[in-house]
């Protein structure tokens, strides 16, 4: 039905549209995307997320083979234009809305006469507030990005075995591939479909779910993922990052399936304890009445089970498997937020009932609820990274401007920090961020900056090699040193100049206290992140 499409494009753009301002800059790793990307020929897109990318765009080598994903960043600097933030966000809102309704049209697929149930399992995926970062950071559309294959994959397998029609499996093929070459975790979906097969969730004449008997088609796709696996294996020495795989990642990943559950609830991350209390509570009782519901209910439940079967636990735990070898990130739990969504919405409107009114009209004010605690908790999220955002384009603005009245060659430390709103900020940001095409002449080649080594492009030993200069020129100076600081300052024009009064001699004993050798001595190799951080604090605190 249109309404229920209109619906859904509605609560996707309430939540993506307000990222599409000009003022909302680039943070974390969109500057080396951006600069790296913006220019390259088309020729070598497929290579970049080999080679190029991999031999350190930011100083390590990356096992990661993501030409698709390089390429819609590159097609959208041709497109929008190469500063033009407005028109990356303009890609990562439709990505998110494209993905909305692929979950609408898989819950039509798998229930067709149970429309309401198919609406809320789509509002509640683009309303889900972890959904912040790939719709709001440019550099978190990757998710988003290899979400539109592999549920538009799944979606071709659903009719595929609906209609029985090759059109549909060659579709779910051609997916596949290009979710694997957008990322490595797209591998997991061979496994999603043989476990579709196996629970039996296709709709027959009478609404009721059948198995699958003819399981030739699954040959193709583990085929292609053991060739994928074969190909990473031959390049990086790894397949699925199994050196990472130890007792103790496996034990911390277990140990983590709360947190990431608590991701997946309306939960506004910034929002007083209450607030969050009050979201999470409500859609945990909401689910629990109405799985009691379903339970104690008269009318036989077989099929109704199969699919929460389905989508609530085999789809949790394929889709969730990838972060076994990975760090923790709300927008990593974004394919299986719509597995989260969809039994959510299967709990409140399980359909084939012949229910009381007074039943069907609490199920419906449980769904308008829900979509309203996800909404609040959604739109605050985003509002506070698009805040984030505004602030970054306020400090890159501020910087050469301030450093105009600077003589050139000083040394200017650069305060800007890497973690901010509890959302990345400026982490892994320079150089690149004080380069062109960002600023009109390379600032690093002018100054001598030193930042935080997390702001930093590269490991901390790189980190110490670049800077190591400029504080070794400092703590040599017989004489104390006037040294400019551009500090962060978000209700002050985004930065400010302040000018410190350094001992050269005083800066140099804190320093290798910290080192526990001489600077000259200290080799940058044996620069480790924690002493990184203690470095830090004493170059930037007063």
């Known amino acids: 039905m249109r309404w229920s499409w209109a619906a859904v494009v509605v609560l996707a753009l309430a939540v993506g549209l307000p990222t599409i301002r000009s003022d909302n800059y680039f943070f974390a790793d969109d500057f080396g995307l951006v600069q790296h990307l913006h220019d390259l020929p088309a020729e070598r897109l497929l290579s970049y997320f080999t080679s190029d990318w991999t031999e350190g765009i930011y100083g390590t080598q ?10 819609s960043y590159w097609l959208d600097a041709h497109v929008f234009g190469t500063l033009n933030t407005a028109g990356y966000h303009v890609t990562n809102v439709l990505l998110h809305l494209l993905n909305a309704l692929l979950v609408l049209a898989i819950a039509r697929s798998v229930a067709p006469r149970e429309p309401l149930f198919a609406v809320l399992a789509a509002s509640l995926f683009a309303l889900t507030s972890s959904h912040a970062e790939p719709v709001a950071w440019i550099s978190g559309r990757v998710d988003s990005l290899l979400a539109v294959f592999y549920l538009g994959a799944f979606l071709c397998y659903v009719r595929f075995r609906i209609s029985n029609r090759v ?24 496994l999603l479909i043989a476990g579709f ?5 296709i709709p027959d004449a009478d609404g009721r779910g059948r198995r699958i008997v003819r399981l030739w088609p699954h040959l193709l796709f583990f085929g292609i993922a053991a060739a994928y696996l074969a190909l990473r294996h031959a390049l990086f020495s790894n397949a699925v990052r199994e050196d990472l795989l130890t007792v103790a990642t496996v034990q911390e990943f277990i140990n983590r399936q709360r947190r990431y559950a608590t991701e997946l609830l309306p939960s506004p991350n910034r929002a007083p304890k209450f607030v969050k209390t009050l979201g999470e509570v409500v859609t945990v009782l909401v689910a629990a009445v109405c799985l009691w519901w379903i339970a104690t209910g008269r009318r036989p439940y077989g099929y109704v089970a199969r699919r929460l079967l389905f989508f609530g636990v085999v789809w949790w735990v394929v889709t969730i498997a990838p972060m076994i070898v990975t760090y923790l990130s709300a927008r990593h739990l974004y394919i299986t937020a719509a597995g989260v969504s969809i039994t959510l919405a299967l709990l409140v409107f399980p359909g084939g009932l ?3 009114p007074r039943r069907a009209r609490i199920r419906q004010a449980m769904a308008g609820g829900l979509v309203v605690l ?4 959604s739109i605050w999220n985003v509002a506070w990274w698009v805040a984030s955002g505004v602030e970054s ?7 050469p401007r301030l450093l105009a009245s600077v003589p050139r060659g000083s040394i200017v430390f650069v305060d800007v920090p890497w973690w901010h709103r509890e959302g990345w900020f400026w982490s892994f940001a320079t150089p690149f961020a004080v380069q062109p095409p960002f600023s009109g002449e390379d600032l690093n080649e002018k100054f001598r900056i030193v930042e935080q080594a997390e702001v930093y492009c590269c490991p901390p030993p790189e980190w110490w090699k670049a800077r190591k200069p400029a504080v070794q020129a400092l703590t040599e100076s017989a004489t104390p040193q006037q040294i400019v600081y551009i500090d962060f300052a978000p209700a002050d024009a985004g930065a400010r100049l302040t000018k410190r009064v350094i001992d050269g001699a005083a800066l140099k004993g804190r320093i290798e206290s910290v080192l526990g050798d001489s600077i000259e001595r200290f080799a940058p190799a044996a620069m480790t992140p924690e002493l990184a951080r203690e470095l830090n604090r004493v170059l930037f605190e007063p």
């Open 197 to 201: 097969d196996a629970i039996g969730i």
């Open 374 to 377: 996800y909404a609040v908790a």
């Open 393 to 399: 384009g306020k400090f890159a603005s501020a910087l």
């Open 62 to 71: 990356l096992d990661e083979l993501r030409p698709v994903l390089a390429f």
């Open 167 to 190: 059109a549909w499996l060659c579709g779910t093929l051609l997916l596949f591939v290009l979710g694997l070459f957008t990322k490595q975790s797209a591998v997991t979906f061979p």
């Open 354 to 356: 012949a229910e009381e």
